[in-house]
């Protein structure tokens, strides 16, 4: 069974940092895109980081980029997305989530995890 | 930036009633529109991929149709378990983005 577990997250003051974890199982990691999903409450999905199976190749929606880094480690078997320099307008629930085929259709999501920026 | 529109954002269905959701996008992205149900607490859960093709597992009921800015959900007589919140996403170009979502519920 896929399972895509997040954690790391919790309450950080604007201009802190901090790293998101996603660990999966039940399927072959390195073979697939990874990605983030944040979901700002109450509202709906913005895609935010996309990495290659081997990491050489990511990219960022606008509002993050130079801010977040996603990474992954294939013999751990887990995403990361180190997040800094953050703002109010972070605070969301951040899913992991597989891509599925060739391009950019979310096959199988994490539960999610919190981050909320506030001071 | 592509930019989706859902309508309705609000659809209000009695049960057993077939729901048609709507997703335009602001150009063309081909066939590369995909659905996704949302219910409260939970992750999203894909149906549809590249407008037509349902996911694994996804019943009959939920069918996808339309191709270039156009896009359409339909849920045939839907199920209590499908009153939820659907959202269209686009992989046509950079970034890929989502649509405002559509919620369904029960009249």
């Known amino acids: 069974e896929v399972q895509l577990v997040e954690s790391g997250g919790g309450l950080v003051q604007p201009g802190g940092s901090l790293r998101l974890s996603c660990t999966a199982s039940?399927?072959?990691?390195?073979?697939?895109?990874m990605s983030w999903v944040r979901q700002a409450p109450g509202k709906g999905l913005e895609w935010v980081a996309n990495?290659?199976?081997?990491?050489?190749?990511?990219?960022?929606v606008d509002s993050v980029e130079g801010r977040f880094t996603i990474s992954r480690d294939n013999t751990k078997n887990s995403l990361y997305l180190q997040v800094n320099s953050l703002r109010a307008e972070d605070t969301a629930v951040y899913y992991c989530a597989r891509r599925f085929g060739s391009g950019s259709v979310f096959d199988y999501w994490g539960q999610g995890t919190l981050l909320t920026v506030s001071s | 930036e592509i930019v989706l529109t859902q309508s309705p954002a609000t659809l209000s269905l009695s049960p057993g009633e077939s729901a048609t959701l709507s997703c335009r996008a602001s150009q063309s992205v081909s066939s590369y529109l995909a659905w996704y149900q949302q219910k409260p607490g939970q992750a999203p859960r894909l149906l549809i991929y590249?407008?037509?093709n349902r996911a694994t597992g996804i019943p009959a009921r939920f069918s996808g149709s339309g191709s270039g800015t156009d896009f359409t959900l339909t849920i045939s007589s839907p199920e209590s378990e499908d009153f939820a919140v659907y959202y269209c996403?686009?992989?046509?170009?950079?970034?890929?983005?989502f649509g405002p979502g559509t919620k369904v519920d029960v009249k």
């Open positions: 590249d407008a037509s």
């Open positions: 996403q686009q992989r046509k170009d950079w970034p890929i983005t």
């Open positions: 039940g399927f072959t990691f390195s073979n697939y895109w």
């Open positions: 990495i290659k199976q081997d990491g050489s190749e990511k990219y960022y």
